[in-house]
């Protein structure tokens, strides 16, 4: 039995996107099964590296084939979608799922910057930006969007944010490497304190501005920065086949 078919049956059949290690443990569920066929006990132990190569010559073909569905990995996971141009047919049938609200511009623009600078701080992040973003990560960590990524080694170590499998799932990503280019947002200077800024040294960390510094001038939506739309979800998400 060719592994990529076995692949395409499992995929067709599935109600959720599948990742390679799940169609492994699924292909070595059915070899230990009691009365299993010599097909099935032939792919018991397929190297993940096998079945990510099946993956892709399953794409390649139905690609080829011009149907009017296709087999996409968002997020690293695999599933089949229809194409975008049946979507007003199957609207109808099937109806419209409600989305999350869009994000804000402010959500957006922050969201870019953790995707590209990750692991950040939030200091860091208020440095690229200019402002404030205490709302916005507390609303990009309520969504799943973001997730506390550990502790950045620099005194106080303040916590560090990263993206999440539900951030390429949003944005129709497979994996981070499928970012646009942004080498200029990647290159803005970020320099991390040797020591906390403080007003006193009993109190908490405050803003440079409370210290005497000078505030942070850097607007994110300067000519001379990447904005964030290019990570703007599309309008018309492929419907699950």
């Given amino acids: 039995m060719d592994l990529k078919f076995v692949i395409e049956s499992l995929l067709f059949t599935s109600?959720?996107?599948?990742?390679?290690s799940e169609l492994r443990d699924v292909l070595n569920k059915a070899a230990e099964e009691d009365g299993a066929e010599d097909a099935a006990r032939a792919l018991k132990k397929t190297p993940l590296e096998r079945i990510e190569d099946a993956l892709q010559e399953l794409t390649r073909e139905h690609e080829a084939?011009?149907?009017?569905?296709?087999?996409?990995?968002?997020?690293?996971?695999?599933?089949?979608?229809?194409?975008?141009?049946?979507?007003?047919?199957?609207?109808?049938?099937?109806?419209?799922?409600?989305?999350?609200?869009?994000?804000?511009?402010?959500?957006?623009?922050?969201l870019a910057i953790i995707a590209y600078r990750q692991p950040i701080t939030r200091a860091e992040i208020e440095q690229i930006r200019g402002v404030a973003v205490d709302g916005v990560v507390a609303t990009l960590l309520e969504r799943n969007l973001i997730t506390q990524a550990g502790r950045a080694e620099v005194v106080g170590r303040p916590m560090t944010y990263a993206t999440t499998p539900a951030f390429l799932e949003y944005f129709g990503l497979a994996d981070l490497d499928g970012l646009p280019a942004a080498d200029e947002l990647r290159r803005i200077p970020v320099q991390r304190p040797d020591s906390l800024l403080t007003v006193d040294s009993n109190l908490a960390t405050a803003p440079p501005d409370l210290t005497g510094g000078t505030p942070v001038q850097t607007e994110f939506g300067n000519p001379e920065i990447p904005s964030a739309t290019p990570l703007a979800a599309s309008e018309e998400p492929p419907i699950v086949a």
């Fill in 15 to 20: 109600q959720k996107p599948l990742s390679p």
């Fill in 65 to 110: 084939a011009n149907r009017t569905y296709r087999l996409v990995c968002v997020a690293g996971s695999w599933q089949f979608v229809t194409q975008p141009d049946y979507a007003p047919w199957l609207r109808a049938f099937v109806g419209v799922k409600n989305r999350p609200a869009r994000l804000s511009q402010p959500g957006l623009e922050t």
